[in-house]
């Protein structure tokens, strides 16, 4: 069956510190994977999706970034933190474009 | 774009008793996904509703699109404690994407 991980579960960050979060599925091949934010425990915005290695397309314009070095992996990166960026972020996978599966999700918070 | 409306933004209920929550579009759904969320965790995906009329159901959660498929109702049949979280609709656009309601907090009292 399929899992999805993403670590760490929580993290805490000074503005204007580098971040790197990371998603790894495991038990399919050449999912596609997303990133979404969660403010405030409601809905959620979709921030990157990837289609295949390599390949990141970004939904909104903003401080952080993706990248796909793998087919089942999927980072968040930024290189510099501001506060707004504090969130839960959920990762994602589906099967083209078939039922998304979240993971746990990583807490972030930005003082 | 396509805009998911949900009502009612939270709703507390005494345990067993029976409760719905809406998700209207703006436009016409081509794919209604249903999700739970406990504070803190992932998303859990409950139910996915494609054509008009259809009805699913989900142990004591029946997930309902209607005939001209712009909304959809969840209905939850003697609430338990359980079923306390955030329920949230989606809809799916191009290369699988999901865009979702703004969630419905559900408080259940033992």
């Known amino acids: 069956s399929q899992t999805i991980h993403q670590w760490p579960a929580t993290l805490v960050q000074p503005v204007g510190s580098p971040l790197s979060l990371e998603c790894t599925v495991e038990?399919?091949?050449?999912?596609?994977l997303y990133w979404y934010r969660q403010a405030a425990g409601r809905g959620l915005q979709l921030l990157f999706y990837?289609?295949?290695?390599?390949?990141i397309s970004s939904e909104v314009p903003q401080n952080l970034s993706a990248s796909r070095p793998q087919d089942r992996q999927f980072i968040l990166s930024s290189k510099k933190l501001l506060l707004s960026d504090s969130g839960f972020y959920l990762c994602?996978?589906?099967?083209?474009?078939?039922?998304?599966?979240f993971g746990p999700g990583t807490r972030l918070t930005v003082l | 774009s396509q805009e998911l409306e949900q009502s009612p933004q939270s709703l507390i209920v005494q345990e067993g008793k029976n409760l719905t929550i809406n998700c209207t579009s703006s436009?016409?759904?081509?794919?209604l996904y249903w999700y739970k969320q406990k504070y803190g965790e992932g998303l859990i995906f409950l139910m996915m509703?494609?054509?008009?009329?259809e009805e699913k159901s989900h142990e004591k959660i029946t997930a309902k699109l209607d005939e001209k498929k712009q909304q959809s109702s969840l209905h939850i049949t003697a609430s338990q404690p359980s079923h306390a979280g955030i329920y949230l609709c989606?809809?799916?656009?191009?290369?699988?994407?999901?865009?979702f309601g703004q969630g419905t907090i559900l408080t259940v009292h033992p």
């Open positions: 994602a996978w589906s099967v083209l474009e078939d039922t998304q599966y």
């Open positions: 038990g399919t091949s050449n999912p596609n």
């Open positions: 990837s289609v295949g290695i390599g390949q």
């Open positions: 436009k016409t759904l081509y794919g």
């Open positions: 509703l494609q054509k008009g009329g």
């Open positions: 989606a809809v799916g656009t191009s290369y699988g994407k999901l865009t």
